[in-house]
């Protein structure tokens, strides 16, 4: 099991940027796929955004399409969510994932995974 370390938030204005981090520990970092989610006040946790083992695919929630970009540095274990154009609505705390079998977006809910880190805050004010 990859043990992971979210960091990089922090709070910024509405139309603003940040760039999360989440860092891996083990061997095998590329033998995961890699994903983030968020959860909201009062909210459910909800998926965000994936990435493929080598990196060469992604998808992502119809709510950050085009303006979260995924990515992923397998040498240095390291699994990245570029922000951008950021909305009051991003608030939330970020957590990333890991799996090592399904790149499918059906398997991508929260429910299908059993341990969590301690995420990181995005705040985003208008």
């Known amino acids: 099991q990859v043990q992971l370390v979210e960091s990089g938030g922090g709070l910024v204005q509405a139309g603003g940027s940040l760039r999360l981090s989440c860092a891996a520990s083990?061997?095998?970092?590329?033998?995961?796929?890699m994903g983030w989610f968020r959860q909201a006040p009062g909210k459910e946790r909800e998926f965000v955004a994936a990435?493929?083992?080598?990196?060469?695919?992604?998808f992502y929630a119809d709510s950050v399409k085009g303006r979260f970009t995924i990515s992923r540095t397998n040498h240095k274990n390291t699994v990245y969510l570029q922000m951008n154009s950021l909305k009051p609505e991003d608030t939330a705390v970020y957590y990333c994932?890991?799996?090592?079998?399904?790149?499918?977006?059906?398997?991508?809910?929260?429910?299908?995974?059993?341990?969590w880190g301690q995420g990181t805050q995005v705040t985003v004010s208008s």
């Open positions: 083990g061997r095998t970092f590329s033998s995961y796929v």
């Open positions: 990435i493929s083992w080598s990196g060469g695919s992604t």
């Open positions: 994932n890991a799996d090592p079998r399904s790149f499918r977006r059906s398997f991508w809910y929260p429910e299908n995974f059993g341990c």
